[in-house]
């Protein structure tokens, strides 16, 4: 494996806001997670079957929400760099339609490991002024 | 939910061959705009050796071996209660087009708490050669019947 692509270990600083993205989440953007991942549990597009199981509709797959995090760490780090990443999914994300739900994705340096060159990514990601993600972290190795 | 099913592993199952055109469908779902997820060209030239995955598209084909785990009538997960409560991805490298994938899927932990029970599953993912790729652990949450 190379390291061709990683970033810069030298100049992070602890705090610094390293990505962000707003996203639109929309049942087309559901529908397409549900193809390309295949997971096809109805709560994600069926809003009989999501309200039938106490949600107030249809709600977004929480490693959709993981996924397009990822990607706003993935456009400083580049890819492949993550080492290790995880999240708890504390809240659901209730999709409209028609409509969407818009989501603010801010990812930023939580910790720094001079030995490994390793950076602790810190993302938040809010819905309605809420954290929908907790202790969402990625690992990044950097150069 | 029966907490005897800890420690039970499923697998190695049917290896799953990661295609350029299924990492290109996940990269435009989860919005990864590198065209290192889409070009053979400009992975290479980021030190790949071929068209690289993005972080969480393991989940792909790790979710194909949990779906093992709670399909077992012993283990006893009610599908329709589901809820994911946490997930996490080690990866050992990355993903690129090319790779065949075999999973075996471990029961880590089973919990049962205030009406909900909690099942941790660990699925490893190893290549052609054995040689670990990535460790995905899910965590379910099972709401019991009122």
């Known amino acids: 494996m190379t390291a061709e692509n990683r970033p810069s270990f030298e100049g992070l600083e602890v705090g610094e806001v390293v990505a962000s993205r707003t996203v639109e989440l929309n049942r087309d953007t559901l529908v397409r997670y549900a193809g390309a991942s295949g997971d096809f549990n109805p709560i994600h597009y069926n809003d009989v079957v999501a309200e039938s199981v106490g949600l107030p509709g249809v709600i977004a797959h929480g490693m959709l929400t993981m996924g397009t995090a990822a990607s706003v760490v993935e456009e400083w780090s580049g890819p492949g760099n993550v080492v290790d990443y995880q999240t708890r999914f504390s809240r659901p994300i209730p999709v409209p339609n028609p409509g969407a739900a818009t989501v603010a994705i801010t990812a930023k340096v939580g910790a720094l490991d001079a030995e490994a060159r390793t950076a602790r990514i810190d993302i938040a990601v809010e819905f309605d002024g809420q954290k929908v993600l907790g202790k969402a972290q990625a690992v990044v190795v950097c150069a | ?146």
Not at chain 2, 76 to 88: K, P
């Open chain 2, 1 to 146: 939910m029966n907490t005897e099913a800890v420690g039970r592993a499923y697998g190695p199952h049917e290896p799953y061959e990661v295609t350029r055109v299924k990492i290109r469908e996940f990269a435009d779902a989860v919005d990864a705009y590198s065209f290192a997820h889409r070009s053979e060209e400009a992975a290479r030239a980021e030190g790949y050796a071929d068209v690289v995955a993005p972080t969480t598209f393991a989940v792909v084909i790790a979710q194909q071996a949990e779906f093992h785990v709670v399909t077992d009538p012993e283990v006893g997960v009610d599908f329709s209660r589901v809820v994911h409560a946490d997930e996490r991805f080690t990866h050992h490298r990355p993903i690129v087009a090319g790779d065949l994938i075999t999973t075996t899927v471990h029961v880590d932990a089973i919990s049962q708490r205030g009406g909900i029970s909690m099942v941790t599953t660990r699925t490893e993912l190893v290549d052609a050669d054995g040689a670990p790729v990535s460790t995905v652990r899910s965590t379910l949450a099972v709401r019991e019947e009122a």
